[in-house]
């Protein structure tokens, strides 16, 4: 596609609900970033995934977050039992290799009430 | 851990002065430092890159200055205008290029 593409856009989901936000990257862009970003704050990394290597996890704030990525394009962060410290925008990335120039999405806007 | 500091101030300045945002990092220096601009309810978008081994990046009217000793960047945009408000963010990728450590963003009024 023509940029990063998330979806949904917008969620609100009550607490203790599992979420699944889904992003499609720039066409044959290898690396993937997943970002999430709390209101006025800076972005926090959550996870990496570059081409068929082992993806980069450490970001990931607990194991209630996953994140896998298919045939080395779309890619899906779940969240589990979802709690209000959780919302938050998430946010996409992918670029065509590391340290190269990133292309974020425009994020899904999650809400846990 | 790695630490980056931006102005969380908003930066106000007039049209046609030039903006200069700082962006400050503690511990080890990165191998690229980048720039994005974030508008509300937007994905950061990309401005540019500066290595470890350059000193001065320009483009157009944006210009980024890297100093690994003060471990400092400067972001500066020239002959602001009204279009150019909004958040700035800055980056950091060592060489591990896995993850990008961003700043919390400065946010800059440019008023007509």
């Known amino acids: 596609g023509a940029g990063v593409s998330q979806s949904p856009s917008n969620k609100v989901t009550e607490k203790g609900k599992d979420v699944e936000l889904r992003c499609d990257p720039i066409s044959g862009h290898t690396a993937l970033y997943w970002y999430r970003q709390s209101l006025g704050q800076g972005l926090e990394f959550l996870i990496y995934f570059q081409g068929n290597s082992a993806p980069d996890k450490s970001g990931l704030p607990s194991d209630r977050f996953s994140a896998e990525r298919t045939g080395g394009s779309v890619s899906t962060l779940t969240i589990q039992r979802t709690q209000q410290e959780d919302s938050a925008v998430y946010l996409c990335?992918?670029?065509?290799?590391?340290?190269?120039?990133?292309?974020f999405g425009e994020g899904s806007w999650l809400t846990v009430v | 851990s790695q630490k980056i500091e931006q102005n969380s101030e908003a930066l106000n300045i007039q049209e046609g002065k030039t903006a200069t945002l700082t962006c400050n990092y503690t511990?080890?220096?990165?191998?690229?430092l980048q720039w994005y601009r974030q508008d509300p309810g937007r994905g950061p978008v990309f401005l540019l890159l500066i290595r470890e081994n350059e000193k001065e990046k320009r483009k157009e009217r944006l210009k980024v200055t890297f100093d690994t000793t003060l471990k400092q960047s400067l972001f500066h945009i020239t002959a602001s205008q009204p279009a150019d408000s909004a958040t700035y963010l800055c980056?950091?990728?060592?060489?591990?290029?896995?993850?990008?450590?961003f700043g919390s963003g400065t946010k800059l009024n440019v008023k007509p």
């Open positions: 980056a950091l990728a060592f060489d591990n290029f896995n993850k990008f450590y």
């Open positions: 990335a992918s670029t065509a290799f590391s340290g190269n120039t990133i292309y």
């Open positions: 511990n080890y220096s990165p191998a690229y």
